[in-house]
């Protein structure tokens, strides 16, 4: 098994387009590794740099000791599931798992051999003689790992091997996976552009834009201590409330309230004060260093709801800050809420930075 390491990794596409911009990142061996990030930041592109099937412009990739940035994808010991599994679809179950083996010389009889342990490992022993179309979503995805598998790579890539699935089999196929690799112990870097699943799933990830990394950490790390405001806007399957802000002889002004002040002594610069809908309770009486606004919306998300209250007043227009309250707390539309954040759990950002608030590690 083995770590991957990447060192000013670029990759230009031609017409100018920069995919992937200097990159420098470390997967520890054996580690669930996320790579989050919207669409078309490069997720895709670094895979594949990764896998050999891009030739990196610049920097190098390592894998284990080797250094394996000219080394072609087949002698890489890697094992990649596409973001549209690409089985082949004329080829049946046995035949698409044994592939990696046949393009590895591999004779006929050890590969089936070997397919068919891999098959009978992730519940697809019943299923060897049937084709791709045959097969339910939730099945393609398996046998696209099987696939992977099959040649026992130092390394998986998934490319957002869920994202064809319904919400209910995706579930079970996250747990899935996540067992398989505890149990495999492979290094495995799993794209995704789905916030919630990278923080369930995995042990450390990177936040990617723009061909870059933004952020690296534990998703505690990244969901308490957003590095930047981009991050901080990305994470969250609520968005972080994210109001601008002045510092003042009292504290700190955001929302038409007086807040105690995150981090005390920064003044200058341009201040966005952060707080996640979460982190605030709501009250339908008066309180103190507490947003004041208007009930605009409550939306039902289950057992809690999200409230979106309207800060302005007859002066000055308002900020909208969003409150998650419990089930049988929901405020009426067009009454009167007051939401205070939770002491240490609000954020501070300067020039889009982080400066302060839940500094401490975690
Ligand atoms: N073969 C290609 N030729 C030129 N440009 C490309 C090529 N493949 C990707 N790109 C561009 O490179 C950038 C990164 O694309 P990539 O597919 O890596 O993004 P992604 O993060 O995987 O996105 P998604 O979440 O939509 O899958 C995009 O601007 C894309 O348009
Ligand atoms: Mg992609």
Same mark, same amino acid.
Request: charged share 25%.
């Given at each position: 098994?083995?770590?991957?390491?990447?060192?000013?990794?670029?990759?230009?596409y031609p017409g100018g387009v920069r995919a992937v911009d200097g990159l420098d990142l470390d997967i520890a061996d054996g580690a669930f590794f996320a790579l989050l990030g919207p669409s078309g930041c490069g997720k895709t592109t670094l895979l594949r740099t990764v896998a050999g099937l891009e030739t990196a412009s610049a920097g190098t990739v390592r894998i284990g000791d080797a250094d394996v940035t000219r080394v072609p994808p087949g002698r890489r010991d890697v094992g990649m599931v596409f973001q549209d599994y690409a089985l082949f679809p004329h080829m049946t179950v046995a035949d698409n798992i044994a592939y990696p083996l046949r393009i590895k010389k591999v004779g006929r009889d050890e590969r089936h051999a070997a397919a068919g342990e891999v098959a009978a490992e992730l519940g697809l022993g019943t299923l060897l003689a049937r084709r791709p179309g045959e097969l339910s979503g939730g099945q393609q995805q398996r046998v696209a790992l099987a696939r992977a598998m099959a040649a026992r790579p130092k390394v998986f890539l998934l490319d957002e091997p869920l994202s064809n699935l319904d919400a209910r089999l995706r579930l079970e =196929?996250?747990?899935?996976?996540?067992?398989?690799? @505890?149990?495999?112990? %492979?290094?495995? *870097?799993?794209?995704?552009?789905?916030?919630?699943?990278?923080? =369930?799933?995995?042990?450390?990830?990177?936040?990617? @834009?723009?061909?870059? %990394?933004?952020? *690296?950490?534990?998703?505690?790390e990244v969901f308490r201590r957003p590095a930047n405001l981009f991050v901080a806007s990305f994470i969250g399957s609520t968005p972080m409330n994210l109001l601008p802000a002045r510092a003042t002889?009292?504290?700190?002004?955001?929302?038409?309230?007086?807040?105690?002040?995150?981090a005390p002594g920064v003044t200058d610069g341009e201040l966005v004060y952060g707080v996640r809908p979460e982190y605030l309770d709501g009250s339908t009486e008066p309180v103190e260093g507490a947003f004041e606004g208007r009930v605009a919306v409550v939306e039902n998300l289950g057992s809690t709801s999200l409230v979106t209250i309207d800060t302005g007043r007859s002066d000055r227009a308002g900020e909208l800050v969003h409150v998650v309250v419990g089930e049988g707390e929901e405020p009426e539309p067009g009454t009167s809420l007051w939401a205070r954040p939770r002491p240490g759990r609000a954020l501070l950002f300067r020039d889009g930075e982080l400066v302060g608030g839940r500094l401490e590690k975690t």
């Open positions: 098994m083995a770590g991957i390491a990447l060192r000013g990794l670029t990759k230009d =196929a996250r747990t899935f996976l996540k067992r398989l690799q @505890r149990e495999l112990g %492979v290094t495995t *870097v799993f794209v995704t552009h789905d916030q919630a699943e990278a923080l =369930a799933m995995a042990d450390r990830m990177a936040v990617m @834009r723009d061909g870059r %990394v933004e952020q *690296v950490g534990t998703p505690a002889a009292e504290g700190i002004e955001a929302g038409g309230a007086v807040l105690p002040h995150p």
